[in-house]
Nanobody, 121 residues
Framework: QVQLVESGGGLVQPGGSRRLSCAAS????????MGWYRQAPGKQRELVAT???????NYADSVKGRFTISRDGARNTVYLQMNNLKPEDTAAYYC???????????????WGQGTQVTVSS
């Protein structure tokens, strides 16, 4: 199994910045796409950003120009740099990692436990 550990959430003022991290560990694996999703109270979980193994990124329109996703292949870690945060960014942020276990090539689709980001003055 592949486990994900997230960190970096907390309380931040509007206009502030925060960086989330998510590290994958456990079974040997080959990681493909990594991403961040978020869920606000009373709303469905939504995509924030994804990054492929080759570095291609995709962002929700609501975060384009403010958030940046990146990954460190050597550390099996994905980051989300969030700048110019707004109250509407308040949500639980979840890391998602997809790939295959090695050597079985069994696919996996793992989720982190979530980290809360609250944007408020």
């Amino acid at each position: 199994q592949v486990q994900l550990v997230e960190s970096g959430g907390g309380l931040v003022q509007p206009g502030g910045s925060r960086r989330l991290s998510c590290a994958a560990s456990g079974s040997p694996c080959s990681i493909g796409t990594m991403g961040w999703y978020r869920q606000a109270p009373g709303k469905q979980r939504e995509l924030v950003a994804t990054i492929t193994r080759g570095g291609t990124t995709n962002y929700a329109d609501s975060v384009k120009g403010r958030f940046t996703i990146s990954r460190d292949g050597a550390r099996n870690t994905v980051y989300l740099q969030m700048n110019n945060l707004k109250p509407e960014d308040t949500a639980a942020y979840y890391c998602n990692v997809r790939g295959v276990e090695v050597p079985s090539l069994r696919p996996f689709d793992s989720w982190g436990q979530g980290t809360q980001v609250t944007v408020s003055s």
